[in-house]
């Protein structure tokens, strides 16, 4: 049997159909290959991108990743809103605060960002409004400087009109002024520069009363003039008249030393100690009166709250009532010689619709 007969043997006995069957499976195994090779993201290398002109509340930020061909995209923004599944999102937060984004690609891939939505009234535009620098607390009689801070360089600032809020006028017009306040409480500093009213500045400081001096010269001589005797009647007989002239060794005024007035010092509280009774305030299960031996009875200390405010211990014990707050950080300082809380600084923030943020 010739070569070619085997040949045509071989080729005659095989089935065409299981020829096309193995020739569709191995097609469709290469082209399943082919897409997943195609389709195939690197999870070690996936990025997540926010962008936004101030990142402020109802204002859209873009989102985006640098992986364009994937098969499945799974956004969530971390504000409870419905997830998104386009590749580049834009999406706007109601609320200001801290969101946890958090992309899925391909179901098992995952890329996580922190973004910061501020409130509209956190954005100061130094282009045209100054900041003014000046401390918080201060007390009467203290001479004060006054500063500012503009951030164009490029405007020509040639006026300044500095209010310190005792006048109710215009009291200063020379760029740095130095002011010494003469009333205590709280004063509202206003700015305003190249007399542009539209664009005025306002900052809010506590002055404090001047504590008494006490002058022990005048301390004695009030206790010398309380001792000492008014003469009698002048006597009728020459001779008793003639003795009472007659010079004699001056008695002498007894001192009598002050009194001495026992300092009541107030009892040590610790920061922790104190930041509990506050989210008792809070909780409205305690008092500004709770406080009393501990700032010796003065409800209206100041209070830097998130060092943007200023307001008294009174007004900020009623601020917190019924709120639920967190405390972050807590700065008591004390008189030295009374061991009294005289100022307080506090950084807090207040849950709403279940975000934390600054009040």
């Known amino acids: 049997m010739s070569n070619q007969h085997r040949e045509t043997n071989f080729w005659s006995k095989i089935d ?60 969530d923004f971390g504000d409870g809103s419905p997830l998104s599944k386009t590749a580049n999102p834009i999406h ?17 891939c995952y890329a996580e960002k922190e973004i910061l939505i501020k409130d509209i009234d956190d954005i100061v535009l130094h282009e045209t409004v100054p900041e003014i620098i000046a401390p918080d607390v201060v007390r009467v009689g203290d001479p004060i400087p006054f500063d500012y801070y503009f951030a164009d360089e490029t405007k020509d600032v040639f006026s300044w009109e500095w209010s310190f ?9 020379e760029k740095n002024p130095t002011y010494v306040f003469q009333t205590p409480g709280q004063k509202r500093i206003s700015l305003i520069i190249n007399g542009d009213v539209r664009y005025i500045s306002s900052k809010s400081i506590f002055v404090k009363p001047r504590e008494p001096i006490v002058n022990n010269f005048q301390y004695r001589q009030r206790i010398r003039q309380s001792v000492e005797l008014d003469p009698g009647p002048a006597q009728i007989d020459p001779l008793d008249e003639y003795v009472m002239n007659l010079p004699v060794a001056p008695t002498p005024i007894p ?18 100690q104190f930041e509990i009774l506050l989210l008792k ?23 830097i709250k998130n060092d943007d405010e200023l307001l008294t211990f009174a007004d900020f014990c009623l601020k917190i009532k019924g709120e639920k707050i967190k405390v972050e ?30 009040d």
């Open 165 to 173: 809020g005792e006048s109710g006028e215009m009291d200063k017009i």
């Open 16 to 75: 065409y159909r299981i020829v096309l069957f193995f020739a569709a499976f191995l097609l469709i195994a290469l082209a399943i290959l082919l897409y997943r090779m195609w389709t195939q993201v690197d999870c070690e290398n996936v990025k997540l991108e926010a962008q936004s002109k101030n990142f402020l509340e109802n204002e859209n930020v873009q989102f985006s990743t640098n992986i364009q061909d994937a098969k499945e995209y799974l956004w």
């Open 281 to 303: 305030v809070a909780e409205q299960s305690k008092t500004k009166e709770d406080f009393s031996e501990y700032i010796c009875n003065q409800y209206e200390i100041p209070v």
């Open 92 to 108: 706007n937060y109601i609320l200001p605060g801290k969101y946890f984004v958090r992309l899925t690609i391909n179901g098992n």
């Open 255 to 272: 001192f009598v030393e002050p009194p001495v007035i026992e300092k009541k010092m107030a009892p040590d509280i610790s920061s922790e």
């Open 329 to 358: 950080t807590l700065l008591l300082n004390r008189d030295k010689e009374n061991n009294c809380i005289v100022s307080i600084n506090i950084q807090y923030k207040v849950k709403k619709n279940l975000i934390w943020m600054k």
